[in-house]
Every structure is written in structure tokens, then in C-alpha cells.
């Protein structure tokens, strides 16, 4: 049973229990007719009690068993107070006293009492900054662990909404999910809610859908939980990233180490002096936490878990020898007004240079939002960049990866080439080679 709809039975049993001590005194007092009327709103609301608890328990519980003996006891009293015999009807009113007493240790005890999680993810592909928190929450007995994913919107050039996406259908099979049209946070009002995604209206390129802005939803939980999607490279932090909605409406902010969390201290304490002395300084301090990333959690998981699509196979192999694998990732900022044309330069580069390799094989996954990106700050680099794709498939140069499994990429990887991104810490945790890309160097 969920903590608050135990708390609110037990306040119902402890106002059943008063009203039956009120009963018993006007008994006492001579005023027969007001006690049978209280009885009998005492018997109503231990019935009403009885039902709750059976609806969330089931049947067969010993409080409930209690209540029905309460409501026996109630009727005597109540049929013995008409007939005259009042001494009859005070001693069972000392037996309904006790039998309160003994229906709320019994519901207090043997209720078990549930807490409620609520995993907010928007994409499928940044699930592993929440999914080893949600397997770990899985395996605690008195929590429910709920995963909703929630709409998002592409925002136009203008800065306006486009069209709605949902991810919901493309999570893995051992993840139920949660219709978010069906399920109310303002109802339900969990314990805890996660989130992954800290910008809520302030991204140029989507937002999550505006119900769950981190603003709004901080109204419906206890304790609101932001874990960023991504990973600090080196531990060095932008200040633009702790100062956020994510940062500000969250109670906790999951961060990867020590030395992430004390700049994030540094710069939300000195971009927000107001909120600090209001909200206190050991409370902002002790709103950041330095947990660990779950998405280095998703390093360790079992091998058999990515299987490889029969395609890539074929690619990697390089006659009885395997090809040497080199994760290439490109990211966001190349598709802004006034990179592009520099990157699709680049780019031809990188496609001629790995053309003549036999023995490397070349997995190009773009950021999962570059596209978006292109349609909403350059329009005009839409075309370019979908020939580019094109261009690449159609030549074989290498694995086009857009799934929605990036681990799978670079668990198979033996090296990383590409843009500065949080993808690159994952490398370096395995203890595989990096090199950043230079769009300025087109020569081997």
C-alpha cells in the first residue's frame, strides 16, 4: 500500500476510534439516541476502511478481520441501548475501545508500506543515464517503479513547437511502460521522480512536452531527482550546465564525481546568490551529489545483451580476420550557421580516408538530435547533411548507426574519432584510444 493512502487510513482509523470513545460517553451520559446515531456512523466508516484496504491488500487481512469484528460489536451495542439495557451496551462500549486499539497496531504493523518511483525518460537513447537507477530501485521490495516516457516537440526556426514525438514504443521488451496519457503525477504524487533532461522550455532544438517541465512537476513528488544525460569529459564542467531548470526545481542532482559536483556548487552559488541565501548553503551543497553516472553503470552490462544486426557482421569481417572498428561520432555544433559548410568538407575527407582502408572499419553514429538540429538552426543544411547519409550508405564506406543502443556501438569499438562529446569519457573508461576531430585539417 502506498505510504500516503496508508497515512490517510490511519487517519481514518484514529477518527473511527474517536468516534466510538464519544459514543461510549454519551451512552454514560444518558444520551441513548445520539450514541446509536454515532455507532452508526462509526459502522459506516469501518466498513468504508475494511473496503480501502481490501481494494489495495486484498482480502484475507487481519486488520480487516478486526473491523468486521468492530462492526459485530458496534450492532450489539447498538441493539442492546433501545431495550433498556444500558449496563450491557457500556460494557461491549468498553470492548469497541479496545478492538480500535488493537485494528490500528495491527494495520500499522502488518500493512506493508510502498513507496513509489516515477523514471521520466524522453528518448530511448539516453535510457542508461536512468536505467541502472530504475533496475537497482526494481529489486527493493517496498518500492513500485514506474517508467513513463514523455512526449517531446521539435521546436521550428522561429523558436515555436513542431511536431510531437513519443519513444514509448521503442523501448526494450524487459521495460514495462507506463502510458503517460494514462497515469497522473498530480494524482498518484509519487515518492520520488527521475529526470534526465535539465533544460525544460531553454533548448533551441526540443523540449520534453511542458507538462513535465521540472518546474511543474516539483509540485507532485516528495523529492525530485535530476540525473544529466551526458558525461563531463575530464571532469570539467561549462557553468551554463548548472544553472538549469534541472538544477534549480531539483531537491537532488546526481553527479558523476567529487570534482564535478564542487564546480557545480561554485557556479549555482555564484550565478544565483539570492536563492543560496534563502534556500541556506548547506542545502545547496547537499542538493548536489556525487554518485556516479549510471551511464557508466551501462559499460558493465553482459555482452549477449548487443547483438549484432547481420549487416554489421558481414562489414567486419576482412576475409578470416576481423577489421578494426573506430567509432566516429559528430556532433551538434557542426550543423550551425556557419560550420557546415566546413564540415561537409570535412566529412568528404573522412569518407576518402577510410575508403582505403581494408582493414578499419568506420561506425559513424551521429548525435541522435542532428538532424533536429539542422531543421531548427540551419534549415539550410538539411538537404546537404541527408545526401551526405545518403552518400555513405550507398557507398558502404562503413556502419551507419542511428539506433537507439549506443553501447552496443561502443562496446564493439576499438578506438574513438570524432567530436568532443560525453561519449568520449565512455572510451576512456575502457581504456581505448581517443582522437578529436579538427574540421580545419583536411591532409593525412
Given amino acids: 500500500m502506498r505510504k500516503r493512502e496508508k497515512d490517510r487510513l490511519l487517519e481514518m482509523i484514529d477518527t473511527l476510534a474517536g468516534g466510538c470513545r464519544e459514543a461510549v460517553q454519551l451512552i454514560e451520559g444518558s444520551k441513548e439516541e445520539d450514541a446509536i446515531s454515532l455507532l452508526t456512523d462509526c459502522q459506516e466508516a469501518?466498513?468504508?476502511?475494511?473496503?480501502?484496504?481490501?481494494?489495495?491488500?486484498?482480502?484475507?487481512?487481519?486488520a480487516v478481520a478486526l473491523l468486521e469484528e468492530l462492526c459485530e460489536l458496534?450492532?450489539?451495542?447498538?441493539?442492546?441501548?433501545?431495550?433498556?439495557?444500558?449496563?450491557?451496551g457500556k460494557a461491549i462500549g468498553g470492548q469497541i475501545e479496545i478492538k480500535c486499539a488493537q485494528i490500528?497496531?495491527?494495520?500499522?504493523?502488518?500493512?506493508?508500506?510502498?513507496?513509489?518511483?516515477?523514471?521520466?525518460?524522453?528518448?530511448?537513447?539516453?535510457?542508461?543515464?536512468?536505467?541502472?537507477?530504475?533496475?537497482?530501485?526494481?529489486?527493493?521490495?517496498?518500492?513500485?517503479?514506474?517508467?513513463?516516457?514523455?512526449?517531446?516537440?521539435?521546436?521550428?526556426?522561429?523558436?515555436?513547437?513542431?511536431?510531437?514525438?513519443?519513444?514509448?514504443?521503442?523501448?526494450p521488451p524487459d521495460v514495462p511502460i507506463v502510458d503517460w496519457q494514462q497515469f497522473s503525477l498530480e494524482y498518484e504524487q509519487?515518492?520520488?521522480i527521475f529526470i534526465h533532461n535539465p533544460y525544460d522550455q531553454y533548448n533551441y532544438v526540443t523540449t520534453v512536452h511542458p507538462l513535465f517541465y521540472a518546474s511543474r512537476i516539483r509540485e507532485y513528488t516528495?523529492?525530485?531527482?535530476?540525473?544529466?544525460?551526458?558525461?563531463?569529459?575530464?571532469?570539467?564542467?561549462?557553468?551554463?550546465?548548472?544553472?538549469?531548470?534541472?538544477?534549480?526545481y531539483a531537491d537532488t542532482v546526481v553527479l558523476q564525481s567529487e570534482k564535478v559536483r564542487e564546480q557545480y556548487i561554485r557556479y549555482f552559488e555564484e550565478a544565483l546568490p539570492d536563492l543560496v541565501q534563502k534556500q541556506g548553503k548547506k542545502a545547496i551543497e547537499d542538493k548536489f551529489q556525487a554518485w556516479g553516472s549510471p551511464k557508466l553503470d551501462a559499460l558493465h552490462r553482459e555482452e549477449d545483451e548487443a547483438e549484432l544486426p547481420e549487416d554489421w557482421e558481414r562489414m567486419l569481417r576482412n576475409g578470416d580476420k576481423k577489421k578494426k572498428v573506430i567509432f566516429f561520432n559528430t556532433h551538434l555544433g557542426n550543423l550551425m550557421k556557419g560550420n557546415s559548410d566546413r564540415f561537409f568538407e570535412k566529412m568528404e575527407w573522412v569518407f576518402r580516408l577510410f575508403q582505403k582502408k581494408?582493414?578499419?572499419?568506420?561506425?559513424w553514429r551521429p548525435h541522435p538530435l542532428s538532424l533536429d538540429t539542422a531543421k531548427s538552426m540551419n534549415p539550410e543544411a538539411v538537404s546537404p547533411y541527408l545526401k551526405l547519409i545518403e552518400k555513405y550508405k550507398r557507398l558502404g564506406i562503413g556502419i551507419?548507426?542511428?539506433?537507439?543502443?549506443?553501447?552496443?556501438?561502443?562496446?564493439?569499438?576499438?578506438?574513438?574519432y570524432g567530436d568532443r562529446s560525453s561519449v568520449t569519457?565512455?572510451?576512456?573508461?575502457?581504456?581505448?584510444?581517443?582522437m578529436i576531430m579538427d574540421c580545419g585539417v583536411l591532409e593525412e
Fill in 190 to 192: 509519487p515518492d520520488i
Fill in 104 to 171: 490500528r497496531d495491527k494495520f500499522i504493523h502488518d500493512i506493508k508500506e510502498e513507496k513509489m518511483a516515477v523514471f521520466l525518460p524522453y528518448k530511448v537513447s539516453m535510457w542508461d543515464s536512468l536505467e541502472s537507477v530504475w533496475k537497482a530501485s526494481c529489486k527493493e521490495g517496498d518500492w513500485i517503479s514506474i517508467v513513463m516516457p514523455i512526449p517531446y516537440f521539435d521546436k521550428k526556426p522561429d523558436g515555436t513547437l513542431g511536431e510531437m514525438q513519443y519513444e514509448g514504443g521503442d523501448f
Fill in 400 to 416: 551507419y548507426d542511428d539506433s537507439k543502443d549506443l553501447h552496443r556501438a561502443v562496446n564493439l569499438a576499438d578506438a574513438y
Fill in 74 to 88: 458496534i450492532y450489539c451495542c447498538v441493539s442492546h441501548i433501545p431495550t433498556g439495557k444500558r449496563e450491557e
Fill in 46 to 62: 469501518a466498513i468504508a476502511v475494511g473496503n480501502a484496504i481490501e481494494q489495495a491488500e486484498g482480502t484475507g487481512t487481519g
Fill in 425 to 434: 569519457e565512455l572510451f576512456r573508461q575502457q581504456g581505448k584510444p581517443v
Fill in 358 to 363: 581494408n582493414d578499419i572499419l568506420l561506425l
Fill in 222 to 248: 516528495e523529492k525530485l531527482v535530476y540525473i544529466p544525460y551526458f558525461i563531463h569529459q575530464n571532469d570539467m564542467v561549462s557553468d551554463t550546465y548548472c544553472v538549469l531548470p534541472g538544477t534549480i
